[in-house]
């Protein structure tokens, strides 16, 4: 629903310096001016593209204006950038490792119930939720792909509640492709059944 997930932001990419942004990933907005992501959004790109703006307080990226149940949203933001920082070991010792990267916005966001950062509790209550026991049910939430090809992705934000993946489980999965799995990532939305039909996503711990 709208502002369900204030702090989700788009990345938006010009090829060559021209033409409107291509929204092509997705980030999460920590600070006033700050935006964590994944360092393979920000560093290698195609040859031509660059990144040129963040998005924040996007809800349908096919619409103009985002309204619900008689209430709409305010137009989103599009914040320039300033600067960008990845991970100095991103990359390595193995491909995607440390795969994460900092935006500094050129001004601050405008704040309001749809966009607003996330909260980061280290530890709140005695929970670690940098430490999710298996099979615990999370959240992931973008524009991503809705399709097993992965070439459709969602013009409307969405979210889904997936399982934590065994440690074991998820390196056993990711070694058969060459992947290594380290205790900086955590693996969730696993899927065991035969060959072709297991899936992780891994997210990096801050």
Known sequence: SLGQFPWLVNLGYQRNGAGEPTFKCGGTLIGPRHVV???????????????????????????????????????????????VVTHPSYGKPNPFQNDIAVITLAEEVKESDYVSPVCLPFRDGGYDYLSPTPEEVVDVAGWGATTQTGRRPATVLQFLGV????????????????????????????????????????????
């Open 37 to 83: 992501t994944a360092a393979h959004c920000v560093t290698d790109l195609p040859s031509g593209f660059e990144l040129v703006v963040v998005r924040v307080g996007e809800h349908d990226l096919a619409g103009e204006v985002d309204c619900q149940a008689g209430v709409c949203a305010p137009q989103p933001q599009d914040m320039r950038v300033s600067s």
């Open 163 to 206: 399982k934590v993946t065994p440690g074991g489980d998820c390196k056993e999965v990711y070694s058969e492709r060459g992947g290594v799995i380290t205790q900086s990532q955590i693996c969730a939305g696993g899927v065991r059944g035969k060959v072709g039909d297991r899936l992780s996503t891994v997210v990096l711990t801050l």
